[in-house]
């Protein structure tokens, strides 16, 4: 099992940054690719960005590409969301998760989740 804990939402303008923060405890960090999801109201869970176990390959939405930068620390157990020039459909719950096997774009191939941390953009 892997226990994951999501910090650093909250209220900001647009046009300003946020960095999300996702602990893990349990099972060996580095052994999962990690990724982040986001669902806004009234909508599906959607992809924001991934992770592989070293750092060395990084995939982004298409929405966030160039705005927002995934990282890790594996010594910590903690991956990392930077969000730049935040927008207002940017508002979410944002969810850190495990990646287990397939796509890494779909949250089935995600196992281990966290509760997610609310992030809301306004005007």
């Known amino acids: 099992q892997v226990q994951l804990v999501e910090s650093g939402g909250g209220l900001v303008q647009a046009g300003g940054s946020l960095r999300l923060s996702c602990a893990a405890s349990?099972?060996?960090?580095?052994?999962?690719?990690m990724g982040w999801f986001r669902q806004a109201p009234g909508k599906e869970r959607a992809f924001v960005a991934h992770?592989?176990?070293?750092?060395?390959?990084?995939y982004y939405a298409d929405s966030v590409k160039g705005r927002f930068t995934i990282s890790r620390d594996n010594a910590k157990s903690t991956v990392y969301l930077q969000m730049n020039s935040l927008k207002q459909e940017d508002t979410a719950v944002y969810y850190c998760a495990a990646h287990f096997s397939g796509g890494y774009v779909y949250s089935s191939a995600y196992g281990y989740w966290g509760q997610g941390t609310q992030v809301t953009v306004s005007s």
């Open positions: 992770i592989s176990r070293n750092s060395g390959n990084t």
């Open positions: 349990g099972r060996t960090f580095s052994g999962y690719a």
